[in-house]
């Protein structure tokens, strides 16, 4: 499959705790994004990257998230000290220089902080 | 402020029957209009764009939309939906980032 993926697909953690996940990019996608989706709500942007570098963050991406891609090609997120505001799926989606605009997901990873 | 909003969150259909999902958006930049389908089970799929020209776009699966500028909408429609079309629709703007709605469950009953 030559699609968008994310690991873990669930991760639950306690309260408090760093959680990592991972996003791996069609090939030769040169652009990443990461998303938030809760309940009942569409997915909300929170960074992009054009290769390595990270463009824009949003105001949603408060100081204990923390994005990555070192070499251009899989990224992380890292949420440090969770909350159970931080119970949401995780997002990551990726698109061609060319074709920016036409963003393919991955299936996400659905973070539970209990 | 950016935003899509989404005129129904749960819609119950029959087989056969007529689907309008309505849309309408605030945004500052160029209008890049999008809807995205997810399926059960499944996770995000592009079904339709508009980027300029011709404002009826045509999706997959029988799907279009209708750019109406002076209405800041983006209506999705199909003449005659299937079981199989059972879904959450999200509508979106945007270009680097994009902005979603809060989504549209869809349910078909056989």
């Known amino acids: 499959d030559t699609g968008v993926s994310q690991n873990p697909r669930h991760k639950i953690t306690k309260r408090g705790q760093n959680v990592t996940f991972r996003c791996d990019p069609i090939s030769e996608h040169n652009r990443l994004y990461w998303y938030r989706q809760t309940l009942g709500q569409g997915p909300e942007f929170l960074t992009y990257f054009q290769n390595e570098a990270q463009l824009e963050k949003s105001r949603l991406l408060s100081d204990r998230f923390s994005a990555e891609r070192p070499k251009g090609s899989f990224s992380t997120l890292e949420i440090q000290r969770t909350e159970q505001g931080d119970s949401a799926m995780y997002l990551c989606a990726s698109s061609v220089l060319g074709l920016e605009y036409e963003q393919y997901f991955g299936p996400g990873t659905r973070l539970t902080v209990t | 402020a950016q935003s899509v909003s989404q005129h129904n969150h749960h819609v119950i259909l029959s087989e056969a029957a007529s689907l309008e999902l309505g849309c309408n958006y605030s945004?500052?930049?160029?209008?890049?209009l999008f809807w995205y389908v997810q399926y059960p089970g499944q996770h995000l799929q592009l079904l339709l764009k508009y980027f300029s020209g011709d404002p009826l776009v045509k999706g997959i699966k029988g799907f279009e939309a209708e750019f109406i500028k002076s209405k800041f909408s983006f209506n999705l429609r199909k003449p005659s939906v299937q079981w199989s079309d059972t879904a959450e629709y999200f509508c979106?703007?945007?270009?680097?980032?994009?902005?979603f709605g809060k989504g549209t469950r869809l349910h078909i009953l056989p």
């Open positions: 945004y500052g930049g160029t209008v890049n």
């Open positions: 979106a703007v945007g270009g680097d980032k994009i902005i």
